[in-house]
């Protein structure tokens, strides 16, 4: 009896897992939900620390989040820090505001112009992100008057070529590199 009953249920399982594998062909959206919140309910149940957790599949975060890889050719020095600045507060948004307990690999952009901390300040404040964004300080110790907290860190002051753009779960804040 006890058998029976594992075996009907091990049917169900395998005839669920197939229905959304045939429904995930025909229709990837449903699969890509589907499969999402499933991922994050195992992960849930799992008894383990939230920074030992794996972070989401890169299909499960929202189209606006998910990591972009931009050239900017013949674009001015600051369309350069225009595009810095909107993708560090893109990926601020998609971290909601330093509540990401993951890190994430937002955006890649390349330019053979380059630009600075300063331009790229003077950028949020242009575009109005100062209050999604807050970058009130440079690295040099600054003023910048673009919010009131410092979440956006430079490693080096000069952007040149390659621009890397993530968060930092750990510290709370974006990173450019």
């Known amino acids: 009896m006890v058998s029976h009953v594992i075996v009907f249920a ?3 399982i395998a005839g669920v897992a197939f229905l959304m594998l045939v429904l995930a062909n025909i ?3 449903f699969g890509t939900g589907i499969s999402c919140r499933l991922y994050q309910a195992i992960t849930g149940i799992v008894p383990s620390p939230q ?3 794996p972070g989401l599949p890169w299909y ?3 189209s606006e989040c998910r990591f972009s890889r931009l050239k900017l050719d013949g674009s001015s020095a600051d369309a350069f820090a225009e595009a810095v600045a909107f993708q560090a507060y893109r990926c601020w948004r ?3 505001q330093g509540k990401k307990p993951q890190d994430i690999d937002c955006a890649e952009l390349y330019s053979e112009l380059s630009t600075d901390e300063a331009a790229v300040a003077a950028a949020l404040e242009r575009k ?3 209050e999604g964004m807050p970058d009130n300080e440079t690295e040099a110790g600054e003023s910048t008057g673009c919010g009131s907290e410092n979440r956006l860190f430079f490693l080096s002051n000069e952007l040149t070529g390659t621009v890397a753009i993530r968060y930092d779960s750990f510290a709370h804040r974006i990173v450019v590199s």
Do not use: I, Q, W
């Open 10 to 12: 091990f049917l169900a």
């Open 27 to 29: 229709y990837p959206a």
């Open 51 to 53: 920074e030992t957790k």
């Open 60 to 62: 499960c975060y929202p």
């Open 94 to 96: 998609c971290a909601e």
């Open 128 to 130: 109005g992100y100062c």
